[in-house]
């Protein structure tokens, strides 16, 4: 391992000079590396077994030295690993050709016998990743690495034949030294395998190089990998303290002597450097050879612009590494000033303001996108979420994508950051239990490292229900992942999300700084009293069940019913036997105000997991969701939005159709989901009464409700004024399409997306929702249909399909923009006996 030294400079004063460093290209390039991949789908049996990790342990564990603190590092055995897949002159041009992020289970097809479990798509087995590239002769000298965000799951990796090194967690971020291997000048072949296997998952985790990668250039003297450290432990309107740690590598052979440039600027929404604030130089920093050095700084930043999730100002630290005053490194590190506080007693403080987290849990998949990781379809999320009144997410049960940080940053969203879903004791038999011995130190050091500098993050989890708790082991390990939590950050709180009782009163609750309860609304009080220091909130609430437009009648209250058909009904009464509707966690949070707030299973829909059905059941996705698989919210989401948004004037109206020929006469009930405290039902005209909410009512209820066909309306009130108003009309019969783009521009990039949703409606717009229509999809122009939904946990139909049915009025069609063409994209959809549809999308 290289030697670590630390220099420290303090700069008590904002420089207020512009830089001065002389002008000239920057020596570090990162450039994508997703396009011109070739992939195929298994292997011989022979290299099948050879390449088993359990064969090839000791080559994988020599990766990721540098983050090995507690234990002995693994040196690379001798020799090479050879495999024939890695060969330069290997044939792969039989391969696929495909561009990376690349899930390759979510084209399917779903298997109707498959496990449920795991979204019955093909994620399971061994895939191979094949690319040809060059770089130039110049780079002779340069040190040369290999980002890979995330690869599903034991990754290996060659270069010209030549084993590079490996790592298994598929959630995990990490970078491979490619220097000793590469031809500058000359052809060069990356191979990668990746190995999925069977029972590893309790849900649907992808497969295949589903996030990006990068191909990173230094010089010999270069910051190191998330080799910057910024926080702001004091933070005020009128100045802010700004720690800087940069650490330093020197791969060459000889001792260098380096001056540390700091130089901090506002950063505008669009990532361009703003406004200069101050900067810092630390001059003589001895770096010996081969080995790295810990340059400090400490300035003063007057009337910062604080990072709050209303104006989420960001800025960035450009550090430049100098050497004889040529300059050898520069980098970039986005950041936030704000301070975070969790209170005991009150919960948690956002620059010295209460803020009640308002959360969700949600998993790695983009719906019908699968794992492959889009900027746009995470931004879309985010997006609806806020809109719901969300502002934190909880990333169950494993470390997010880069990309999805980066855009809470941006949008203003609070961050839980997780990292395992088990430690020892494992919850499938091939799960990371197998690896948490040797790789937890080296993930989780990993994943602080790459994730510390966001002004997001507020809680960083160290597991998930862990079956570990309540055993000697559990104590010990959580007390480990804190430690090594409070050596990369001591910054941010630690957490974890326990499902025993007992954990928040046999110890386990003093390895943590925050204490999270999954599903114990009941035993808030309890905790606090046997742990008045402690702060508390719902690490993990409600998971009601439901499908969106299902309406069970006659309706019940008692949670295990509403299931009929594969379905859940969608008045929002029905959870497994270990969860509780919203309204119960609701009343465990008001009941106690010292809880910080919750993290909802879950925000979407996602694939696996179809509770309360077997897995054997013909359902691919989940009911947990508060928005459907597709994007489309249910009935939930407004119950949450009047609760989390009560200055929001609005009103829901449940059940959201009004079409029930069958049931003229009987007892159809309406609740109503509103931020007002009261609220009046009309029925064509007739008032069905007037109903104020009471203590620890959430929903108003109007249980008597005879159907007849017409309108219903409601007309909310708020301290005694009219406050916002709904309608809901029985339709006509289906007559028309209607298609909505989310998006009329996008990027000509290959990238962006535009979500268009496909109604179905009469002849006055109104959509019908109990209309099922086949519907067919057509293209042209720079443009590809990539994916379509409706939200039907059930609906075993490609993704990639261009015909679908539609599911209680809805279809959404995934419009991808083609690379570098720009113009006008259009979509058709056609229907039997239906007016058909087109939308213009503009790529540019």
């Known amino acids: 391992m290289k030697k670590h030294l630390v220099f420290l400079c303090h700069c008590a004063a904002a420089i207020l000079s512009c830089p001065t460093f002389a002008a000239q290209a920057a020596p570090r390039e990162r450039l994508s590396f997703d396009s011109d991949w070739r992939f195929t789908k298994g292997e011989p049996l ?26 002995q590092t693994v040196p690379r055995p001798s020799g090479n690993l050879d495999a024939s897949c890695a060969h330069p002159d290997f044939d792969d041009s039989g391969w696929q050709q495909v561009t990376l992020p690349h899930d390759w289970a979510i084209a ?84 990668v395998r990746l190995d999925n296997p069977p029972d590893s998952s309790r849900w649907y985790p992808g497969a295949g190089i589903y996030r990006n990668i990068w191909l990173e250039k230094t010089a010999p003297m270069h910051v190191g990998h998330w080799g910057t450290y910024v926080t702001t432990p004091d933070a005020a309107p009128s100045a802010a303290t700004v720690n800087i740690q940069v650490t330093v590598d020197n791969d060459s052979d000889s001792d260098a002597t380096l001056s540390v440039k700091n130089e901090i600027y506002e950063l505008n929404a669009d990532d361009t450097k703003g406004k200069f604030v101050a900067a810092s130089t630390t001059d003589g920093l ?81 719906g019908a996108l699968g794992t492959a990781v889009n900027t746009r379809g995470l931004e879309r999320q ?28 941006r949008m203003g969203m609070l961050v839980m950051d997780e990292s395992f879903d088990c430690w020892e004791r494992g919850k499938r038999p091939n799960d990371y239990h197998l690896l948490f011995k040797d790789w937890h130190e080296k993930d989780w050091r990993a994943e602080l490292r790459r994730d510390r500098n966001h002004p997001s993050i507020i809680l960083w989890s160290i597991g998930n229900e862990v079956p570990d708790q309540g055993s000697p082991a559990g104590l010990r390990i959580g007390a480990d992942l804190t430690r090594i939590a409070h050596e990369e950050d001591p910054t941010r709180p630690t957490t974890a999300a326990c499902d025993h009782i007992q954990s928040g009163f046999d110890g386990f ?84 105000p010292f809880v910080a707030g919750e993290f909802v299973w879950t925000g979407f829909d996602y694939l696996g997991e179809p509770t309360p059905y077997n897995y054997d059941a013909p359902s691919r996705s989940s009911y947990f969701g508060i928005v459907d698989l597709a994007g489309f919210k249910k009935d939930r989401f407004y119950l949450y939005q009047a609760r989390w948004r009560p200055d929001f004037p609005m009103a829901h109206i449940v059940p959201q159709n009004w079409n029930w020929p069958d049931r003229i006469g009987q007892i159809t009930p309406v609740y109503v989901y509103t931020s007002g405290d009261s609220a009046e039902l009309f029925l064509n005209g007739q008032s069905q009464g007037l109903l104020k909410k009471g203590r620890d009512q959430y929903r108003l209820c109007w ?39 989310d998006r009329k521009k996008i990027t000509a990039d290959g990238r962006d997306l535009s979500f268009v949703t496909v109604a179905i409606t009469d002849k006055d717009g109104r959509v019908v929702p109990d209309a099922q229509n086949w519907l067919h999809f057509a293209v042209s122009g720079p443009g590809e249909i990539v994916a379509t939904d409706n939200g039907d946990p059930t609906d075993l139909t490609a993704f ?28 058709t959809a056609i229907a039997d006996n239906l007016e058909q549809a087109t939308a213009s999308i503009r790529s540019k």
């Open 46 to 71: 022979y290299l099948n077994e050879l390449l088993a990790y359990t064969n090839i342990q000791s080559w994988v564990m020599s990766t990721g030295s540098q983050f090995v603190k507690d234990g």
């Open 108 to 191: 399917g097809p779903f298997d109707p016998k498959g496990p449920g479990d795991t979204g019955k798509l093909p994620w399971e087995g061994v895939g191979w990743y094949r690319k040809h590239f060059t770089i130039p002769a110049s780079d002779q000298g340069r040190r040369i690495y290999l980002d890979i965000d995330g690869a599903m799951s034991y990754a290996n990796v060659w270069l010209n034949g030549q084993y590079v090194g490996g790592w298994p967690y598929g959630y995990a971020s990490w970078q491979l030294d490619l220097t000793p291997f590469i031809k500058p000048g000359a052809d060069n072949v990356l191979a």
């Open 286 to 366: 001895a770096v010996a050879a081969h080995a790295n050095q810990l340059s400090e700084s400490r300035l003063i930043v007057s009337n910062p612009r604080l990072w709050s999730l209303e104006k989420p100002q960001r800025y960035v630290v450009v550090t430049s590494v100098e050497q004889d005053g040529q300059l050898d490194d520069q980098y970039e590190t986005p950041f936030g000033i704000r301070t975070i506080k969790f209170d005991a007693n009150r919960g948690f403080f956002l620059n010295g303001e209460h803020v009640p987290l308002n959360g969700v849990c949600d998993h790695a998949d983009l």
């Open 382 to 409: 985010i997006q609806i979420l806020k809109e719901m009144g969300c502002n934190a997410i909880r990333t169950s049960h494993n470390p997010p994508a880069p990309e999805l940080l980066d855009l809470c940053d």
């Open 509 to 592: 609750q003093n390895n943590l700084d925050v204490f999270g309860y999954n599903y114990k609304p009941f035993e808030y009080a309890l905790v606090h009293a046997a742990n008045p220091g402690l702060p508390i909130f719902g690490s993990e609430t409600a998971s009601c069940i439901s499908t969106r437009g299902e309406y069970d009648f006659p309706v019940q209250t008692n949670k295990d019913d509403g299931k009929y058909g594969f379905q859940v009904s969608s008045y929002d009464l029905s959870a497994p036997p270990w969860a509780t509707i919203p309204d119960t966690e609701f009343k465990g949070q008001d009941d106690n």
């Open 703 to 741: 249980n008597d409700v005879k159907y007849q066909p017409g309108e219903l309306k409601v007309v909310a009130y708020k301290n005694g004024r009219e406050w916002a108003a709904s309608v809901l009309q029985t339709t006509g019969p289906a007559a028309k399409l209607v298609l909505t783009p």
């Open 800 to 827: 990639p399909s261009h015909e679908r049915k539609a599911f209680h009025g809805l279809c959404l069609v995934i419009v991808r923009s083609e690379p570098g063409e720009a113009g006008a994209i259009r979509l």
